[in-house]
């Protein structure tokens, strides 16, 4: 049972890093780059954040490829 609690509580930290992340990233305008595509139509919404997805893969890959090292 230890090893499920302590896995419960890593994944409930992760979760509360990774929304503080996204907090913080939507009031500095992450997720609104210019390039993302957003189609609006009557009552219908399509956003496809292109450039936002583009930016944060970069972002992870170098993060990643730093912390193998």
């Known amino acids: 049972m230890e090893g499920?609690?302590?896995l419960l509580?890593?994944?409930?930290?992760?979760?509360?890093?990774?929304?503080?992340l996204l907090y913080v990233g939507s009031r500095l305008g992450f997720g609104t780059l210019p390039g993302d595509i957003v189609i609006r139509r009557g009552n219908f919404t399509f956003y496809f954040p292109l450039v936002t997805s583009l930016l944060l893969s970069i972002i992870l890959t170098v993060l990643l490829n730093l912390l193998r090292r």
């Open 9 to 20: 509580m890593f994944m409930g930290f992760l979760l509360v890093v990774i929304g503080g």
């Open 4 to 6: 499920i609690a302590r």
